[in-house]
């Protein structure tokens, strides 16, 4: 079945440090793809999306580009603050006879502490 | 616009007792969902409703039963709590289950514990 593999974390990264958290997925077709974030103490919220291959999703300085060919969809970040600590989900709706619908399938989070 | 409302935010129960986990949501939105999060585990789906009228087993629902109320209510029930339920638990409402409406809104979530 389809299945999203994410980095374990935690991840521990200094202020203004480079980020990537990584995501691969196992799927037919052409599912969609997201990242939601938990801020301590909160549900999720969606961070960004992408919906076909080679999309490429962006908010709040966070990138993922939907690759198709290495079915990974990483999330990036040039420069963390220590705003951004949290727990990153990668996600897919699987694709399904007249498009991608159904259930978000989650991984099991990456856990980010950004220090000042 | 309070978004996806849950009650209570804490709850502790002993084994055998009752309980149910109330979610609203004032979007508008057809696809309700509860969720459960666990260390280790990432989220998994309990329930859903696609829509009004209808509900559907997710990945892990023994235990609990679900009750869509109406467009706006979705309740999680747990019959006989064990203590493999102490969990976190979310509800979470879409405009719809495609793509294009699948972003998923989250509540606070409920803290339970069974002792």
């Known amino acids: 079945g389809d299945s999203v593999t994410q980095m374990e974390g935690p991840v521990t990264l200094s202020e203004e440090a480079f980020l990537t958290i990584n995501c691969t997925y196992t799927?037919?077709?052409?599912?969609?793809l997201f990242w939601y974030v938990q801020y301590p103490g909160e549900g999720l919220q969606l961070l960004l999306k992408?919906?076909?291959?080679?999309d490429k999703g962006s908010n709040k300085g966070f990138e993922a580009t939907y690759r198709k060919e290495t079915t990974s969809f990483h999330l990036e970040k040039g420069s963390v603050q220590v705003s951004d600590s949290a727990v990153y989900f990668c996600?897919?709706?699987?694709?399904?006879?007249?498009?991608?619908?159904?259930?978000?399938?989650f991984g099991k989070g990456t856990k980010l502490s950004v220090k000042p | 616009n309070a978004g996806v409302t849950q009650t209570p935010k804490f709850q502790v129960l002993k084994t055998g007792q009752s309980m149910t986990l109330q979610c609203a949501q004032d979007?508008?939105?057809?696809?309700m969902y509860w969720y459960r999060q666990d260390p280790g585990m990432g989220l998994r789906l309990i329930y859903y409703?696609?829509?009004?009228?209808?509900?559907d087993k997710g990945e892990v629902p023994n235990g609990y039963n679900v009750s869509r109320l109406n467009k706006r209510e979705f309740s999680l029930r747990l019959e006989s709590a064990a203590p493999s339920q102490t969990s976190v638990y979310f509800c979470?409402?879409?405009?719809?289950?495609?793509?294009?409406?699948?972003?998923?809104?989250f509540g606070p979530g409920t803290r339970l514990t069974v002792l």
């Open positions: 409703s696609a829509s009004e009228g209808t509900t």
């Open positions: 996600a897919l709706l699987p694709m399904n006879y007249g498009g991608s619908q159904g259930n978000l399938i």
């Open positions: 979470a409402s879409s405009e719809a289950r495609t793509s294009k409406g699948n972003e998923q809104f």
């Open positions: 799927a037919t077709g052409y599912p969609s």
């Open positions: 979007m508008n939105h057809n696809s």
């Open positions: 992408a919906t076909k291959a080679d």
